[in-house]
């Protein structure tokens, strides 16, 4: 998808501050972060949202979770607590329509967050 934004920082033509990459995800600093660690965790391939999601996405699930579990160890919140986010549709937030997690931690969270 030439003209999705995560699409094109998965392909390198827009630049990001990569934290971690595998062979089906990216994970990447928020340009707007929410909290001192923001970090997006993507997959490379498009899937516009969860509502998008089929069951032959299961790997890719399974790959996103395996990378959120990385990441806040490479940032050290996985014993201080984080919270995992994912925005659906227009009314929920979701700017760019392509499925990513938002890892957010590195101080105390208030609830409810919306």
């Not at 997959?43 to 890719?60: F, N, R």
């Not at 392509?98 to 957010?104: E, G, M």
Request: glycine share 6%.
């Amino acid at each position: 998808m030439t003209d999705c934004l995560f699409c094109r920082i998965v392909t390198k033509q827009i630049p990001a501050t990569i934290v971690e990459e595998t062979d089906q995800t990216v994970a990447f600093r928020d340009i707007n972060p929410k909290a001192p660690v923001h970090i997006l965790v993507i997959p490379k391939e498009h899937v516009a949202s969860l509502m998008d999601l089929k069951p032959e996405h299961a790997d890719i699930l399974e790959k996103l979770h395996q990378a959120i579990q990385r990441v806040v160890r490479l940032e050290k919140i996985d014993a201080t607590g984080f919270r995992v986010v994912v925005n659906n549709g227009k009314d929920s937030g979701q700017a760019v329509s392509h499925i990513h997690y938002h890892v957010l931690g590195g101080r105390r969270l208030n609830w409810p967050p919306g």
